[in-house]
């Protein structure tokens, strides 16, 4: 009698143990800190300084053009409505087919890859300067 008592308690333990585990593993998976929160707002925010810093640089292109000379603050950039039809490459393209068509034509310089730091970083500026506009793929 006394055995058995021990094996249900052994067992029960066991359960116990194994649903403390389970739940911990859970909720890490969901969980961040402030901390966390902070430390990735800083690493965007120093991209979409970067961004910035290419937006207005006269080196990005070879003819000493910068992109803000026609879009001041990123003006007339409308990074919500990609992917989207555009006239001057005649299909649906991504927002960086348009950062690349610009920096080809108006600053005479080279695509930039889709994975090239660069292009990422005036990704994310583009799209910071609009945050909070509601995003409306397809759009003219
Ligand atoms: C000499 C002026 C000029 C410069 C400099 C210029 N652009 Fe443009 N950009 C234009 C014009 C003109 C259009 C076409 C507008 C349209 O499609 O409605 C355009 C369109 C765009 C669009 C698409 C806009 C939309 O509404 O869909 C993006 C994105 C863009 N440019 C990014 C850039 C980037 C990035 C640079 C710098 C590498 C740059 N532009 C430099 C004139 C310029």
């Not at 925010?45 to 080196?59: A, D, F, N, P, Y």
């Not at 960086?96 to 600053?107: H, S």
């Not at 730091?117 to 409306?136: N, Q, T």
């Amino acid at each position: 009698m006394r055995k058995r008592t021990l094996t249900i308690s052994v067992g029960l333990l066991a359960v116990v143990c194994a649903l403390v585990f389970v739940n911990i593993r859970v909720s890490r998976a969901d969980e961040f800190t402030k901390e966390d929160l902070d430390r990735w707002n800083a690493e965007y925010m120093s991209v979409v300084k970067q961004g910035r810093e290419l937006w207005t640089s006269g080196t990005l292109g070879t003819n000493g053009v910068a992109c803000a000379q026609c879009h001041p603050n990123g003006a007339n950039t409308h990074p919500e409505t990609y992917p989207k039809f555009q006239q001057q490459l005649g299909r649906v393209v991504p927002l960086r087919d348009m950062i690349n068509w610009c920096l080809q034509n108006p600053l005479e310089g080279k695509a930039l890859e889709a994975n090239d730091p660069k292009m990422v970083a005036i990704e994310a500026y583009l799209s910071y300067e609009r945050r909070g506009v509601p995003i409306d793929p397809g759009k003219h």
